[in-house]
């Protein structure tokens, strides 16, 4: 495994590092990388941007929206937030596991003296409360994983900024946003700062993984191909809030694998466009499952006879084929 040293704080910049690096880096290597972002929403790769984000207060506060390219909910980024990226060879073990990507950050509080624990479908918290999210993206043979680490991160923004539907706090049995969340360095019984805390999980991810600590240097090339991608995709309006055209049908549940919003066009009985939304924790793109369904008679037994030619989990995450028939 290499270590890429990435001292960008561009959103846009750092998304867009996320895709050359599991898509087009030399897949013969493993990647392990950090990145702070300055103030951002970063949305969900299935996620319609105006109904989660106050577009007001965003820009009013000069915060950055943009979109990434794994599934699950949006979540908010500042300069006390470490975000961790492993790109590595896809093995089925490795589907929705948190585990296999996150020991070394439990290990690592460790050594401090705070308990974490792994919780629910993607969380890592603390007594409790959630310090950290995960999603994962597959390509090829290639799967990403990333993950956020509140480590000093302003919570009065977060909750500003996202909008969080009613019944997903009702679901989690609590009051608030804030309530939900906490950062890790409250928890600590010495004052340690966010770059001493990334060196230690650098050292311990190494560790865990069983290599030695070594660099990979983005070369030129790679650097114009990541800007490339970065001023032709993630910084633009259409791949950050352009993915919600109007439907004339629209059905929604919340599921224990997370919200799924289906807005479809329908004539003469016939799906002639579809689209997704929700924070479920889609590995694969979603728009391969969307053509498959056009076409498709708007009729239960259709629709589940076209789903069953694919691997439901890896677009839906834990939601069953029984829970998504219930939208048709």
Request: proline fraction near 2%; aromatic fraction near 12%; charged fraction near 30%.
């Given at each position: 495994?290499?270590?890429?040293?990435?001292?960008?704080?561009?959103?846009?910049?750092?998304m867009?590092l996320?895709?050359?690096?599991?898509?087009?880096?030399?897949?013969?290597?493993?990647?392990?990388?950090?990145?702070?972002?300055?103030?951002?929403?970063?949305?969900?790769?299935?996620?319609?941007?105006?109904?989660?984000?106050?577009?007001?207060?965003?820009k009013?506060?000069?915060?950055?929206?943009?979109?990434?390219?794994?599934?699950?909910?949006?979540?908010?980024?500042?300069?006390?937030?470490?975000?961790f990226?492993?790109?590595?060879?896809?093995q089925?073990?490795?589907?929705?596991?948190?585990?296999r990507?996150?020991k070394?950050?439990?290990?690592?509080?460790?050594?401090?003296?705070?308990?974490?624990?792994?919780?629910?479908?993607?969380?890592?918290?603390i007594?409790?409360?959630?310090?950290?999210g995960?999603?994962?993206?597959?390509?090829k043979?290639?799967?990403?994983?990333?993950?956020?680490?509140?480590?000093?991160?302003?919570l009065?923004?977060?909750?500003?900024?996202?909008?969080?539907?009613?019944?997903?706090?009702?679901?989690?049995?609590?009051?608030?946003v804030?309530s939900?969340?906490?950062?890790v360095?409250?928890?600590?019984?010495?004052d340690?700062?966010?770059?001493?805390?990334?060196?230690?999980?650098?050292?311990?991810?190494?560790?865990?993984?069983?290599?030695?600590?070594?660099?990979?240097?983005?070369?030129?090339?790679?650097?114009?191909?990541?800007?490339?991608?970065?001023?032709?995709?993630?910084?633009?309006?259409?791949?950050?809030?352009?993915?919600?055209?109007?439907?004339?049908?629209?059905?929604?549940?919340?599921?224990?694998?997370?919200?799924?919003?289906?807005?479809?066009?329908?004539?003469?009985?016939?799906?002639?466009?579809?689209?997704?939304?929700?924070?479920?924790?889609?590995?694969?793109?979603i728009?391969?499952?969307?053509?498959?369904?056009k076409?498709?008679k708007?009729?239960?037994?259709?629709?589940?006879?076209?789903?069953?030619q694919?691997d439901?989990?890896?677009?839906?995450?834990?939601?069953?084929?029984?829970?998504?028939?219930?939208?048709?």
């Open positions: 495994m290499l270590y890429i040293r990435n001292d960008s704080n561009d959103p846009y910049f750092n867009a996320d895709e050359y690096v599991v898509k087009l880096l030399d897949p013969s290597n493993d990647y392990f990388y950090f990145y702070q972002n300055k103030p951002a929403v970063i949305i969900g790769r299935n996620q319609n941007t105006i109904e989660e984000v106050d577009s007001e207060y965003v009013n506060h000069d915060i950055t929206v943009v979109r990434r390219m794994s599934g699950g909910g949006a979540v908010y980024h500042d300069l006390g937030n470490i975000n990226t492993f790109v590595v060879d896809y089925k073990e490795d589907f929705n596991s948190i585990e990507f996150a070394a950050i439990i290990k690592a509080l460790g050594k401090f003296g705070v308990y974490a624990e792994f919780s629910g479908r993607n969380d890592i918290t007594e409790g409360k959630k310090f950290s995960n999603a994962q993206y597959v390509t043979k290639r799967i990403l994983h990333h993950g956020t680490l509140l480590f000093d991160s302003d009065t923004v977060l909750t500003k900024a996202l909008h969080v539907k009613p019944e997903k706090i009702k679901s989690k049995g609590i009051k608030s804030k939900r969340v906490t950062n360095k409250d928890y600590l019984k010495t340690v700062t966010v770059r001493e805390f990334k060196e230690l999980l650098l050292k311990y991810v190494f560790e865990v993984e069983g290599n030695e600590l070594r660099e990979y240097q983005l070369t030129p090339e790679d650097m114009a191909n990541i800007m490339r991608l970065r001023n032709e995709k993630y910084s633009t309006w259409d791949w950050n809030y352009g993915n919600a055209p109007e439907f004339d049908l629209m059905r929604s549940c919340r599921f224990d694998g997370g919200e799924v919003q289906v807005h479809m066009n329908v004539r003469e009985g016939i799906i002639t466009d579809i689209k997704f939304f929700g924070d479920f924790m889609s590995m694969r793109d728009t391969e499952v969307e053509e498959i369904l076409g498709q708007f009729r239960q037994q259709d629709v589940r006879d076209a789903l069953l694919i439901l989990k890896e677009y839906f995450g834990s939601i069953s084929l029984k829970d998504i028939l219930s939208l048709f």
